[in-house]
């Protein structure tokens, strides 16, 4: 798996095998950064579910200034240590090792305001992120304009609003999904992300 563009463009990140982790494909996170781009340059990223840290790595290497990353799994998080010294990018990521809603909590009580959330749990914690992403509609976590992104399966349904967020953008990619959500108020104010699918 490889850096796409940006400042690590073509760097190589280590995965794990394996079921636990399901890495976010090239094609799909070049999807996604497509969609966000150049809001990402000077953003705050959150990276929960991280696995090998593919996404948030991705939006420092395109100019994020600072990426955290949520792991709950041992071998991930060491292998997710060993991507962010490989790049030289400590300066700017910093890493959580346990339950990503867990560390959403911690991150909010730190005063943190985040640009983009994205959550990418493996398929069997989709239940999980759901109560992630309620969690952080009714928290101080996410700045007022900011997006949360929920990866999953295009099997699985997402709610047109939660918690009073709206879900303004759906991509379909293959198996794959991304679900974009927006504070009600922003985006039936902007209409920055008009509703919308791919194939």
Same mark, same amino acid.
Request: hydrophobic residues 45%; contains cysteine.
């Given at each position: %798996?490889? !850096? !796409? ?20 494909? *090239? ?9 966000? $781009? ?5 953003? &705050?990223?959150? @990276? ?5 840290? /593919? ?18 799994? /041992? /071998? ?8 962010? +010294?490989?790049?030289? =990018?400590?300066?700017? =990521?910093?890493? #959580?090792?346990?339950? +990503? ?9 730190? $005063?943190?305001? &985040?640009?983009?959330?994205?959550? @990418?749990?493996?398929? +069997? #914690?989709?239940?999980?992120? %759901? ?10 976590? %996410?700045?007022?304009? *900011? #997006? !949360? !992104? ?21 991509? &379909?990619? *293959? ?7 927006? /504070?009600?108020?922003? +985006? ?12």
């Amino acid at each position: %798996m490889r !850096i !796409i563009a940006g400042l690590y463009r073509g760097r190589v990140l280590k995965t794990l095998r394996g079921q636990q982790l399901r890495p976010t494909s *090239g094609r799909l996170r070049e999807t996604l950064f497509d969609v966000l $781009g150049n809001a990402v340059q000077g953003s &705050v990223f959150v @990276d929960a579910y991280a696995g090998s840290g /593919a996404v948030g790595l991705e939006a420092l290497s395109r100019g994020a200034k600072q990426a955290f990353f949520l792991e709950e799994y /041992a /071998a991930a998080c060491r292998l997710l240590s060993e991507n962010i +010294a490989a790049l030289g =990018a400590a300066r700017s =990521a910093r890493l #959580l090792c346990g339950p +990503a809603h867990k560390g959403l909590r911690q991150l909010e009580r730190q $005063g943190v305001r &985040v640009s983009f959330c994205f959550l @990418d749990p493996p398929y +069997a #914690l989709h239940r999980e992120a %759901m109560g992630a992403l309620l969690g952080l509609t009714r928290s101080q976590l %996410m700045a007022p304009k *900011g #997006l !949360i !992104i929920l990866q999953h399966s295009r099997k699985e349904t997402t709610e047109l609003q939660v918690g009073g967020w709206n879900r303004v953008r759906l991509l &379909v990619q *293959g198996s794959n999904a991304l679900s974009f959500f927006q /504070a009600s108020y922003v +985006a039936e104010r902007s209409g920055a992300f008009q509703a919308s699918s791919v194939s």
